[in-house]
């Protein structure tokens, strides 16, 4: 049941509004990402949306493919629309559980976000979200 909890972003309206922020900390430092979409997302390898591929992004291996086009999947799928802006230098967070109740539905509960920048306010862009859904 880890990350279960995520699911909140989907059960609960204002669950975005009171938790805009996922905290990471490591040993030595402590990161703050800016949640920007949610969704389910089909969790099998070779789906319309594997959300966990843009780690082995590769200009080299794929010129033609863009951090545009994944964010553009994601916004095409998304519960909600934020005011939290991407660049393509943003250091991302994709966080995902199982969706349904069933170990063998492969569907995923996926939350991304984006390190807040050095200086920047996390809570900017936060605020007027919409919901699809």
């Given at each position: 049941?880890?990350?279960?909890?995520?699911?909140?972003?989907?059960?609960?309206?204002?669950?975005?509004?009171?938790?805009?922020?996922?905290?990471?900390?490591?040993?030595?430092?402590?990161?703050?990402?800016?949640?920007?979409?949610?969704?389910?997302?089909?969790?099998?390898?070779?789906?319309?949306?594997?959300?966990?591929?843009?780690?082995?992004?590769?200009?080299?291996?794929?010129?033609?493919?863009?951090?545009?086009?994944?964010?553009?999947?994601?916004?095409?799928?998304?519960?909600?629309?934020?005011?939290?802006?991407?660049?393509?230098?943003?250091?991302?967070?994709?966080?995902?559980?199982?969706?349904?109740?069933?170990?063998?539905?492969?569907?995923?509960?996926?939350?991304?976000?984006?390190?807040?920048?050095?200086?920047?306010?996390?809570?900017?862009?936060?605020?007027g979200s919409v919901r699809r859904y």
């Amino acid at each position: 049941v880890m990350f279960s909890d995520l699911k909140n972003y989907e059960r609960y309206a204002d669950f975005y509004e009171r938790n805009p922020i996922v905290e990471v900390s490591s040993l030595t430092t402590d990161y703050q990402y800016k949640i920007f979409a949610f969704m389910p997302c089909n969790g099998v390898h070779g789906s319309d949306f594997e959300f966990w591929n843009y780690i082995f992004f590769s200009r080299e291996k794929e010129p033609d493919w863009t951090l545009r086009e994944y964010l553009s999947k994601i916004d095409a799928k998304s519960l909600i629309t934020t005011n939290v802006d991407l660049r393509e230098d943003d250091k991302y967070l994709a966080l995902s559980t199982c969706y349904g109740g069933d170990t063998s539905d492969p569907t995923r509960f996926v939350v991304l976000a984006r390190m807040v920048r050095p200086g920047e306010d996390p809570y900017e862009g936060t605020t007027g979200s919409v919901r699809r859904y």
